[in-house]
């Protein structure tokens, strides 16, 4: 069984167009992640949800915009995708405690052209 | 702004060696470091946790040590084997479930 897993795992699209990314954890965490990972490979926290709340939102532009319908699922939105938007997109979950160990999801790589 | 470096260069060992990580970071004093592996395509994966009141933690052939005077921590794979090669992320806690994840080291174990 797949732990956290994210759909789809590619993404080609073109520049301007509104896309969506989803997000599904049955580890039964309370707490999910969005991270984004640039060809450098920094892997950079973009937002936070615990039990179907924002608690970090990490300065994103506002054409990002997650939407948790309950704690298994996090999903994001991107309107008015940008070249610079290209990168992988990492969903995570995590119990929620200090220091807790996060479960990443396999990834999508989101291509704009 | 909080600074994590890890050594962007490529580390390569021969197997049987061991692998030495080195995480530097400024400007903050995580409660607890952790280190993930990440391999081509996929996503990190948890390896270790270490407490900012912990010298040192082991797991299997996987060693951390952690000094907050030098704001450092070092990963260790002893008796490193080909399947250890990857890319090795440190990442800090600052605290309210926000981690601070460095760009990672590429490990190349060679037969």
């Known amino acids: 069984d797949t732990a956290v897993s994210q759909t789809p795992k590619y993404l080609v699209t073109q520049m301007g167009n509104d896309k969506s990314i989803k997000c599904e954890q049955n580890?039964?965490?309370?707490?999910m992640y969005w991270y984004k990972q640039d060809s450098k490979k920094f892997l950079k926290i973009m937002f936070s949800y615990n039990n179907k709340e924002l608690i970090i939102n990490e300065t994103v532009p506002n054409r990002f915009s997650p939407k948790s319908p309950d704690k298994a699922h996090l999903n994001l939105h991107i309107n008015s995708l940008e070249l610079g938007d290209s990168a992988v997109y990492f969903c995570?979950?995590?119990?929620?405690?200090?220091?807790?160990?996060?479960?990443f999801g396999p990834g999508t790589r989101l291509t704009v052209l | 702004s909080q600074k994590i470096e890890q050594n962007s260069e490529a580390l390569n060992i021969q197997e049987g060696k061991t692998a030495t990580l080195t995480c530097n970071y400024t400007?903050?004093?995580?409660?607890?470091l952790q280190w993930y592996r990440q391999d081509p395509g996929r996503g990190p994966v948890f390896l270790l946790l270490?407490?900012?009141?912990?010298k040192e933690k082991r797991k299997e052939r996987l060693k951390v040590t952690f000094d907050t005077t030098l704001k450092q921590s070092l990963f260790h794979i002893t008796a490193s084997q080909p399947a250890d090669s990857a890319t090795y992320l440190c990442?800090?806690?600052?605290?309210?479930?926000?981690?601070?994840f460095g760009s990672g080291t590429k490990l190349n174990v060679k037969p």
């Open positions: 990442a800090l806690d600052r605290g309210f479930n926000k981690f601070y």
């Open positions: 995570a979950s995590s119990q929620g405690g200090k220091g807790d160990t996060q479960y």
């Open positions: 270490i407490r900012e009141n912990e």
């Open positions: 580890l039964g965490h309370d707490t």
């Open positions: 400007n903050y004093s995580p409660a607890y």
